[in-house]
């Protein structure tokens, strides 16, 4: 099993230029989500998608724009990108088998805005 | 206000001995608590979890205390392995472990 794979690894933007990030798990999990982790700070949650048709903000949801394609993917778009928006990203799933699973994450796409 | 603190931002010690990784949370609200540990350039991967409810959970070398009242837990790794040198990161959730806060990670180092 691959489990949550995110591409592309590596990315460099010019201020103003959008892309998006993708992410999808083989685990058959219900809810996904999107962490951003700066240097030397822990993960802050960006939007999460609790089942297949939703999506909701996290904590710093700000420049950001996400798509449940359906239950295996989930996406995430900068539409405009801004210096402050330099992180590593963190795609990660639960299987929502009780409250009280473990987040199961991507090796991340480390994005660098100029 | 950061609702999850781990102040140690590093930590250091000899293979075989203990290591003691400490987190603090302001938030009561907070009724489950998880440790993520992580390598350099992959994702954090789950260690050990406690729910409120009890003030101890352990899993073969680790194991995790809970202090309700003085709002702290703390990761014990015995005996510590050079395998186990990473950044931990303590998360605390409320309803939903998915939505977590992290603390801002501690990096252990084991020298051999």
């Known amino acids: 099993n691959a489990g949550v794979t995110q591409t592309p690894k590596f990315q460099v933007l010019k201020t103003g230029q959008s892309m998006t990030l993708q992410c999808a798990q083989d685990?058959?999990?219900?809810?996904m989500y999107w962490y951003r982790q700066d240097p030397g700070m822990g993960l802050r949650l960006i939007y999460y998608?609790?089942?297949?048709?939703?999506?909701d903000k996290g904590e710093v949801p700000n420049g950001y724009n996400v798509s449940r394609l359906n239950k295996r993917e989930f996406s995430l778009r900068l539409e405009s990108a801004a210096p402050s928006q330099t992180s590593v990203y963190f795609c990660a799933s639960i299987s929502g088998q009780g409250f009280n699973s473990p987040l199961h994450f991507g090796n991340g796409t480390r994005l660098t805005v100029t | 206000d950061q609702q999850v603190k781990q102040n140690s931002p590093s930590l250091s010690v000899q293979e075989g001995r203990i290591s003691i990784l400490n987190c603090d949370y302001t938030?009561?609200?907070?009724?489950?608590f998880l440790w993520y540990k992580k390598y350099p350039a992959e994702g954090p991967t789950f260690l050990i979890s406690i729910s409120s409810i009890k003030d101890k959970n352990e899993d073969g070398r680790f194991t995790v205390f809970l202090n309700k009242s003085a709002k702290h837990l703390s990761l014990h790794i015995v005996p510590s392995q050079p395998g186990d040198s990473a950044v931990y990161f303590c998360a605390a959730s409320y309803t939903n472990a998915g939505k977590s806060t992290f603390g801002d990670g501690t990096t252990l180092t084991v020298k051999p």
């Open positions: 685990m058959n999990h219900n809810s």
């Open positions: 938030n009561s609200m907070f009724d489950y």
């Open positions: 998608s609790a089942s297949e048709g939703t999506t």
